[in-house]
């Protein structure tokens, strides 16, 4: 196994545990927000301001968390771009994504994390595949490390998550798998 693979593994545990961390202190810290049925944005906001401090403490200062970010850099740093993925109709469509983790420069081998979040009870499929689908475009068009999926209820349910691969497509039929266990 080659240095740069074993150092990605390492930054990819990084990130992950620094992401389960800021999910259980903001279910317990916040519970007024995720038992009211209080907005993803919302929720999501609080998760990035737990998971920044967490990713400067392992990383250093040397990445950001951002919430609902559009933008990207072009070849030149001070160029900034909307963000597009194509749309099953070939469209192009703007997406913006719920969470990353990122340097802010643009350099692709510096995007660690895209999040897309749903909350409610009864999350429809065609909602998952959407979000399925977005994620897998920043996992291929901009080179993001990891990506994920969370669900939560909305009513102080656990938060339930879908790690993605470019190389496999989960059922949106079904929930997230793996339920993020609150202690």
Do not use: C
Not at 6 to 23: C, H, K, P, S, T
Not at 79 to 102: A, C, Q, T, W
């Amino acid at each position: 196994m080659t240095a740069e693979k074993i150092e990605g593994q390492l930054l990819d545990g990084v990130v992950r545990n620094a992401w389960y961390e800021a999910l259980q202190e903001v279910w317990h810290r916040y519970e007024d927000l995720v038992q009211e049925q209080t907005h993803e944005v919302t929720v999501m906001a609080k998760v990035a301001a737990e998971l920044q401090p967490r990713i400067d403490d392992a990383l250093e200062h040397r990445y950001r968390v951002d919430v609902e970010y559009n933008r990207w850099h072009g070849p030149n740093a001070r160029e900034f771009r909307v963000k597009y993925l194509p749309d099953p109709s070939g469209e192009n469509k703007r997406v913006r994504p719920d969470l990353i983790v990122h340097d802010g420069t643009g350099n692709h081998l510096h995007n660690l994390l895209v999040v897309e979040a749903k909350q409610g009870a009864q999350i429809r499929p065609r909602d998952r595949e959407d979000d399925y689908r977005k994620l897998l475009g920043f996992l291929s068009v901009y080179d993001y490390r990891q990506a994920v999926y969370l669900e939560f209820d909305g009513n102080g349910g656990p938060p339930r998550l879908e790690w993605l691969r470019q190389d496999e497509w989960p059922d949106p039929e079904y929930r997230p798998a793996e339920v993020v266990a609150l202690f």
